[in-house]
């Protein structure tokens, strides 16, 4: 069982969940059609058609375990070769699953921000927009849909 039909078991009526719904709304309202995906988005093929050649939009759900470094290898991999110029991708990263960096004085050190900053500093892409939810408590479902999520245009490098 998905981690998001699991988590919204818990519910009787038929419901959404936040970040789904805001990811489906901005394809809606941008008119996305087709987009290249990676990671755990399999959810979102009933709301886009996912194609394997280049787009200008994409979209990544990072919820497994990784490290820092070899993810930014990996969007900029994704971003280079799967999206084009000036094209937007949606990320989302499961903050939790992360291994720990060693201290990095360049970042801050509210874990949220320091995302932000390792983003802005590794990823090859301008940062139109950074939502995160702080101090959640483990009340909302990050693991369905990661709650730091960015949207990110690809520049020419």
């Known amino acids: 069982m998905h981690w998001r ?5 818990a519910f009787e009526n ?14 809606k309202q941008h008119h996305i ?6 990671g755990d988005t399999e959810y979102f093929s009933q709301y886009i058609k996912f194609t394997d050649s280049k787009s200008n939009f994409g979209i ?7 490290h820092w470094q070899s993810f930014a290898d990996t969007i900029n ?3 280079e070769e799967k999206i084009f110029l000036k094209g937007i991708l949606y990320l ?12 990095n004085p360049l970042l801050s050190e509210d874990y949220d921000q320091a995302i932000y900053q390792f983003v802005q500093q590794n990823i090859k892409a301008s940062i139109k927009s950074y939502d995160f939810s702080c101090n959640d408590q483990g009340l909302e479902f990050n693991f369905a849909h ?12």
């Open 5 to 9: 039909d699991q988590q919204l078991e």
């Open 14 to 27: 038929t419901c959404m969940i936040k970040q789904d719904a805001d990811l489906v709304s901005y394809v």
């Open 92 to 103: 989302a990263v499961n903050k939790y699953l992360a291994e720990p960096i060693v201290h």
């Open 33 to 38: 059609k087709e987009c290249v995906a990676l």
């Open 60 to 66: 990544f759900l990072q919820n497994t375990p990784f």
């Open 146 to 157: 990661p709650l730091s999520r960015f949207y990110l245009q690809r520049y020419d490098y």
């Open 77 to 79: 991999q994704f971003l």
